[in-house]
């Protein structure tokens, strides 16, 4: 099992920044790829960015792209989510994912461990 714990939300101002975090514990050498999808009211889960554990290899949705930044230090079990210039838009609740399969993928099913999420407002 892995066990994943969101950090860094909070409430800003359009045109901020914000930096998410994901400590992941238990079982993380089975983790191949991470990453954070976010969910907004009234929304289905909607993928973010994702990373690849060897390779670095990373996607990212056409809304955040030029925005947002994931990064990963597989030392410490920790990957990030760097986002600037937020628009009212990014309100959600932020979800980090992993899965212990090859491939960075942006199908929240795909993903067999995920965190509790934690909110991002983003006022106008």
């Known amino acids: 099992q892995v066990q994943l714990v969101e950090s860094g939300g909070g409430l800003v101002q359009a045109g901020a920044s914000l930096r998410l975090s994901c400590a992941a514990s238990?079982?993380?050498?089975?983790?191949?790829?991470m990453g954070w999808f976010r969910q907004a009211p009234g929304k289905e889960r909607e993928f973010v960015a994702a990373?690849?554990?060897?390779?670095?290899?990373?996607l990212y949705a056409d809304s955040v792209k030029a925005r947002f930044t994931i990064s990963r230090d597989n030392a410490k079990n920790m990957v990030y989510l760097q986002m600037n210039s937020l628009k009212p838009e990014d309100t959600a609740v932020y979800y980090c994912?992993?899965?212990?399969?090859?491939?960075?993928?942006?199908?929240?099913?795909?993903?067999?461990?995920w965190g509790q999420g934690t909110q991002v407002t983003v006022s106008s």
């Open positions: 990373t690849t554990r060897i390779g670095g290899i990373e």
């Open positions: 994912a992993a899965r212990d399969t090859v491939g960075a993928v942006s199908t929240a099913s795909r993903y067999g461990y």
């Open positions: 238990g079982r993380t050498s089975s983790v191949y790829s």
